[in-house]
């Protein structure tokens, strides 16, 4: 590809990215791999002493330690485990299901902090070991927001709702636990599990959702005879059943599949003799978007 092309590439991307983000309604998709949380007394008797920060994760004020671990289950072991800081007043393990079975233990789903009544695990380090006689979960999938981000959602602390995330494979993800505070940034937390299902990459994002499907509306965008955005019109009309849109274009292009994914439509619908550009339609395929013809 020649260099001008290149370019032409990269700016097209840039700015399909940078609209996207104008309604400022979606939300960072992030993976979390397992790992422990330690009290300080945990910390001790595992390391001799506090924990060695090595870098700052996504949520201010938390960070990975230098510090690893093992696990001991039952019928299993997990090897170097990562330890994340600050120390808690409680330790915790989370780990996905798929590990669960590994260790030969039932793992509930759980909130980050609810761990009463929740099997217990043998952590080692090069030094010590100590049984945990509870804390082992399969934390609940999550969304870290300050009390800005609640208002823009329409959310409040607490709160569960569905996010469809737009990644390789999009799915909606169910029970998705808001959290709220001003010390968190925005970002929605999934194990591997749940990112293998839907097939996550880093830069993917999701959008919260209403009930079990998109939002429930109807788009039929117009041609006006121009060539950019302002030459077509976006109405409206409710209907209960239908989350689709019909496009009367000869030429498709990432702006229109762009139009669709902030209007919420799941499907688009566009003339037999219609030229769907490269970009296009790769774009509609990474959000979800379903090109159909008419």
Sequence with gaps: MADMDMQLLKKTIASVMAELGEDGSMI????????????????????????TPVRELSQPGQFLCKERV????????LENIAVLGPVRSESQVEVSLTDARELGVNLPVRPSGDVSGTPGIMIASESACLELRQGLIAAQRHIHMTPADAVRFKVADKDVVNVRAGSGRPVVFEDVLVRVSD???LAMHIDFDEGNACGWAP???GRIIVGQTAPKSLFTLY????KNLKGFKLKR?????????????KLV????????????ISILRVSDSAIVTPLAADFARE???QIETF
């Design 28 to 51: 960072p998709v992030e993976v979390s791999g397992r790992h422990v949380h330690l009290s300080s007394e945990a910390a001790e008797k595992l390391f001799g002493g506090p924990l």
């Design 70 to 77: 093992r696990l001991i289950g039952p019928r299993g072991m």
């Design 183 to 185: 010390s968190y940034r």
């Design 203 to 205: 830069g993917d994002n």
């Design 223 to 226: 041609e006006s005879g121009e």
């Design 237 to 249: 009309f409710e209907d209960a059943e239908r989350t689709d849109a019909g496009l009367a274009k």
């Design 253 to 264: 292009t990432e702006r229109d599949v762009i139009n669709a994914v902030k209007a919420g």
């Design 287 to 289: 959000r979800g978007v």
